[in-house]
Nanobody, 129 residues
Framework: VQLQAYGGGLVQPGGSLRLSCATS????????IGWFRQAPGKEREGVSC??????????YYADSVKGRFTISRDNAKNTVYLQMNNLKPEDTAVYYC?????????????????????WGKGTQVTVSS
């Protein structure tokens, strides 16, 4: 099982980036994929998650990114995307994608990393003028 996040970079405030999570070694249809981020000196935060296609593909977002970020999946390409619009300096972090079986684990309205079984290496997103 492998996941690899890519697509990060340096962008000005108000700009956009699309992150991709390329997966291999498992059938993406049966897995929920989450995006997490960690900024220096801060705790890891669940940003977004999409449940498996074999369930209902429900999507979840952290309050801090609702209305700005959109998660989607293309099972044929074994890839999950995170479209990030209207980026803010506080979005600066290393972004990771992770996989767990079937449905996203959400606890007290927060996307939980506890259920994630597989993690990819991160990609740096820097929002700065």
């Amino acid at each position: 099982v492998q996941l690899q996040a890519y697509g990060g970079g340096l962008v000005q405030p108000g700009g956009s980036l699309r992150l991709s999570c390329a997966t291999s070694g498992f059938t993406l249809d049966y897995y929920a994929i989450g995006w997490f981020r960690q900024a220096p000196g801060k705790e890891r935060e669940g940003v977004s998650c999409i449940s498996s296609s074999s369930s209902d593909s429900s999507t979840y977002y952290a309050d801090s990114v609702k209305g700005r970020f959109t998660i989607s999946r293309d099972n044929a390409k074994n890839t999950v995307y995170l479209q990030m619009n209207n980026l803010k300096p506080e979005d600066t972090a290393v972004y990771y994608c992770a996989a767990e079986g079937f449905v996203c684990t959400v606890v007290a309205d927060k996307i939980s990393a506890g259920g994630m079984d597989h993690w990819g290496k991160g990609t740096q997103v820097t929002v700065s003028s």
